[in-house]
């Protein structure tokens, strides 16, 4: 059983990727019609299929798949799905919309980035153009008695959409608010560059505005007391903002501010070895997320019109 009940007529499926659990979620609203929240990436869609079988979902009931973005481990699988979902639409963020019809750039990248995790991940298929919703902020989407409303959440990537789900008063959060780690109950950053602070802040904001009960994460899992989470999430990358500030401005290494992030945050201190020791989060969390503080700070550094940068969202998958 890789499939659990966490709420009414939603469920989660764990895609064990690459064999590796709790590593990346499927979410799965069932009513009259069924919603799935991420795919996850090519290489799980089997996983996905067979917790979709174990859920009694009929696949021609699926009408709609939400991506939170358009990075491989969230979204892609889309394109492989759809060929098992024959009602089903790919609701994602206008910006991500082209990259799901046409992934070659963003595989490229993906490769370029992760490497060998992206392997791991699989290379996205292509989405029928006919079957791609590009979703503005505050659409509602409705399958039956399903309900999930699309939020515009920028920072994490420039095509990044939340989703809150009225029933459960919960919000799907893709890679908004970061890494929930449920064996230890924490979250740690998911900022690869091009992360954006000052925006990434008020998707926070925007987030804690709408009073959720509890935060679905796509990696990994559902958990309650949703705004004290979320505030706590704004503070921590504060944190590691602070500290990348100052290590760029006395020329430290990658090196030296990922040790003076893990010493100095509590949470990241508690889960230090567990960090080293993962085959995906050493990559995404103890480098790439490091690096998009780095780079947000040089850039802010180099920018005589850093206030402008703060608020325009303007950089590519």
């Known amino acids: 059983m890789h499939t659990k009940k966490i709420g009414k007529n939603l469920f989660l499926i764990d895609l064990e990727t690459g064999g590796i659990q709790k ?14 929240v991420e795919t ?5 869609i089997p996983n996905l299929l067979s917790g979709l079988k174990e859920l009694n ?54 490769r370029a980035v992760l490497g060998e995790v992206a392997e791991m991940f699989g290379e996205p298929v292509p989405v029928p153009e006919e079957r791609v919703i590009a979703a503005a902020d505050g659409v509602t989407f409705e399958a039956g008695n399903i309900k ?56 926070i904001d925007k987030l804690i505005g709408l009073h959720p009960q509890a935060l679905y994460f796509s990696h990994f899992g559902n958990a309650s007391d949703a705004v004290k ?39 990241a201190k508690k889960i230090a070895g567990y960090l080293r020791s993962h085959p995906i989060y050493v990559k995404t969390v103890l480098e790439n997320s490091v690096r998009g503080f780095i780079e947000f700070e040089e850039t802010v550094k180099a920018n005589s019109r850093s206030k402008l940068f703060y608020i325009q969202p303007r950089f590519s998958v």
Not at 40 to 44: A, H, K, Q, R
Not at 168 to 197: C, E, H, K, M, W
Request: charged fraction near 20%; hydrophobic fraction near 40%; glycine fraction near 8%.
């Open 229 to 267: 989470r979320l505030q706590d999430y704004a503070l921590q990358i504060r944190l590691w903002a602070d500290i990348a500030r100052e290590g760029v401005k006395n020329k430290q290494s990658v090196e030296e501010i990922r040790e003076r992030i893990l010493s100095e945050d509590k949470v």
């Open 148 to 203: 999930l409303k699309a939020i515009e959440t920028l920072g994490h990537a420039s095509h990044h959409l939340s989703y809150y789900e009225p029933v459960n008063r919960g919000v799907f959060s893709g890679d908004a608010v970061g890494i929930y780690l449920s064996q230890f109950d924490v979250v740690v950053p998911t900022s690869p560059p091009p992360f954006r602070l000052g925006i990434a802040l008020a998707s």
């Open 40 to 44: 996850g990436p090519s290489s799980s």
């Open 57 to 110: 979902v009929k696949t021609e009931d699926v009408a709609y798949v939400a991506l939170s973005h358009v990075h491989i481990d969230h979204g892609g699988g889309a394109g492989t799905l759809l060929g098992s979902l024959p009602n089903a639409k790919v609701i994602v963020h206008p910006r991500g919309a082209s990259h799901l019809i046409n992934p070659k750039k963003l595989w490229r990248q993906s």
């Open 23 to 36: 590593i990346i979620a499927s979410y799965v609203l069932k009513g009259d019609k069924t919603i799935i």
